[in-house]
């Protein structure tokens, strides 16, 4: 796992597998810790790395209910986890589906875990909408952030200028139109990022390399390039994306999302 402060109050910790991305986020005596490494190691060594570098969560929040984003429960069980409304109405349809698809995950990487994921007390957040973040004024702005999956929410913490997206905006991975995401929802999620990208200094994906305001804005573009081909039936991936594993996602939203 790589850590790196991004700004005085932002610390962001990357995965060695897919390069997820975990985002602690401090204002007025508060932190908020988005998404999750998923190595067993790496979780129990985050809690230690967070506080070395002053960062104490006092609270979770998950962009979607995807299992690799959900994992910050093993390294903080007493935490309460925060998800948009979207990403509730998920959980509560499908329990146990984050719990299901983490070990069937660890089952392919020969991973095991000393407990299970619980993902009970979880709390709904308004999106679109604003939270608190310590006593000092400071807001994180709740975006709507569909299409990957059906639900998702993206964060922006205006104090530091850092947009935390989701999946959405990668440099490492495209579009993927997972189950329950489609692609007029993504095209619409894109759109509604823009602007906020706008005000962005950094942008962190959920995957991949954190952007620039430049370099997210340049993502935005090939990744509404790529939703076209792929709604034409073309196979033309973003540049710099046009991997093995890219190629199978890519087969993938074209078999189940373009009529
Ligand atoms: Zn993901």
């Known amino acids: ?5 991004l700004h005085e109050d932002v610390l962001v910790l990357t995965s060695r597998i897919w390069q997820t991305n ?4 401090r204002a007025g005596g508060e932190c908020m810790l988005a998404d999750s490494p998923y190595f067993p190691d790496e979780l ?5 790395v967070l506080a070395q570098a002053g960062f104490r969560p006092d609270a979770l929040l998950a962009t979607h209910a995807d299992y690799d984003h959900v994992l910050a429960r093993l390294a903080f069980p007493d935490l309460p986890l925060g998800v948009g409304e979207t990403t509730m109405e998920r959980i509560r349809a499908q329990p146990g589906e984050a719990q299901r ?12 875990r000393d407990r299970p994921l619980g993902l009970g007390g979880v709390r709904s957040l308004p999106v679109p909408g604003k939270v608190e973040l310590g006593n000092a004024g400071d807001e994180l702005e709740l975006h ?6 059906a639900d998702g929410t993206a964060v922006f913490f205006a104090a530091a200028a850092v947009l935390i997206c989701g999946d959405y905006l990668s440099d490492v991975e495209i579009p993927w139109i997972s189950t329950g995401g489609s692609v ?5 999620t894109l759109e509604r990022l823009a602007p906020v990208v706008e005000r962005a200094e950094s942008v962190v994906p959920g995957h991949g390399s954190v952007q620039t305001r ?11 390039t790529y939703l076209d081909a792929l709604e034409a039936g073309r196979d033309d991936l973003p540049p710099g994306r046009d991997t093995v594993r890219q190629r199978e996602i890519h087969r993938d939203n074209a078999a189940e999302h373009v009529p």
């Open 1 to 5: 796992m790589r850590a790196m402060a």
């Open 22 to 25: 975990a985002a602690a986020l």
């Open 44 to 48: 129990e060594m985050l809690p230690g």
């Open 101 to 112: 698809e983490l070990r069937e995950e660890d089952a392919r990487n020969y991973v095991a």
């Open 144 to 149: 709507p952030a569909e299409g990957h999956t």
């Open 184 to 188: 007029p929802a993504y095209r619409r």
């Open 214 to 224: 430049d370099g997210a804005l340049g993502l935005l573009e090939a990744d509404l």
